[in-house]
């Protein structure tokens, strides 16, 4: 029970930070703890509501694979920091260490699966997943042919 209660409280406290560092997040969205959401560019991140991000999830708003290391050696033939909102819909369940790249747009009532690395948007009500993510199927379809 105790552990229970600090967890909730690890929760709480990681929810508070992400939203004074700007991420958006809705109405009853769950982020684990263990959860990494990028914060730290001027590109954002928006969570919906309703929304399960579960453990080693990782959300970029940012990459710096253009840069050519910690000295930039790259940035003389034009590379640099690329920033791109990332924008979560509602009713969505991002599985255990998903990666979610900068840029990506996830409609709503999507399921991405473990392990997922999502490089491109999402339509509304698909589930993705592999590295890098594929659409496999319909939430929907998924949903009603499980619920026996």
């Known amino acids: 029970m105790l552990k229970v209660l600090i967890l909730n409280l690890f929760r709480k406290i990681n929810l508070r930070k992400y939203k004074k560092k700007g991420v958006i997040i809705g109405d009853n969205t769950w982020i684990s703890h263990k959860a990494y959401i990028d914060s730290h560019s001027p590109a954002r991140v928006s969570i919906g509501e309703n929304c399960f991000v579960t453990r080693n999830v990782v959300i970029l708003n940012h990459t710096d694979t253009k840069m050519g290391g910690p000295r930039n050696i790259w940035k003389d033939i034009g590379g640099n920091r690329v920033f791109g909102d990332v924008i979560i819909g509602d009713n969505v369940f991002i599985g255990v260490g998903a990666v979610i790249m900068p840029g990506v747009k996830v409609g709503n009532n999507v399921i991405i699966g473990a392990l997922t690395v999502v490089?491109?948007?999402?339509?509304?009500?698909?589930?993705?997943?592999g590295n890098p993510g594929r659409i496999i199927g319909d939430t929907m379809e998924h949903v009603k042919r499980n619920n026996r």
């Open 119 to 129: 490089t491109k948007d999402v339509p509304d009500g698909k589930i993705i997943a």
